[in-house]
């Protein structure tokens, strides 16, 4: 069994930043490709960043330049970090361990 916990959501002004974890634990072998999803009100799920089990990212074109995802060392937990926000950034957010596992997921709101 996996256990994915996301954390570190909130409110937060346009402009400003928040930091999201995501830690990965359990039956789990090695590194492994790690993805943060997000679903805003109304829409489809959007792939947003990922970091392989090599540490190369890739970045949705909505948030590149503005959001940076990183890993925890040899672990598998890693972290979104988001600068620059807008209030079209407001979305559910869900960490895909895998692409398997999910997290419950953590809203982050940006007010204009």
């Known amino acids: 069994q996996v256990q994915v916990v996301e954390s570190g959501g909130g409110l937060v002004q346009a402009g400003g930043s928040l930091r999201l974890s995501c830690a990965a634990s359990?039956?789990?072998?090695?590194?492994?490709?790690m993805v943060w999803y997000r679903q805003a009100p109304g829409e489809k799920t959007e792939l947003v960043a990922m970091?392989?089990?090599?540490?190369?990212?890739t970045y949705s074109e909505a948030v590149k330049g503005r959001f940076t995802i990183s890993r925890d060392g040899a672990k598998n937990t890693v972290y979104l970090q988001m600068n620059s926000l807008k209030p079209e950034d407001t979305a559910v957010y869900y960490c895909?361990?895998?692409?398997?596992?999910w997290g419950q997921g953590t809203q982050v709101t940006v007010s204009s």
């Open positions: 895909n361990c895998d692409g398997t596992f």
């Open positions: 359990g039956r789990i072998s090695g590194l492994v490709t």
């Open positions: 970091i392989l089990s090599d540490g190369k990212t």
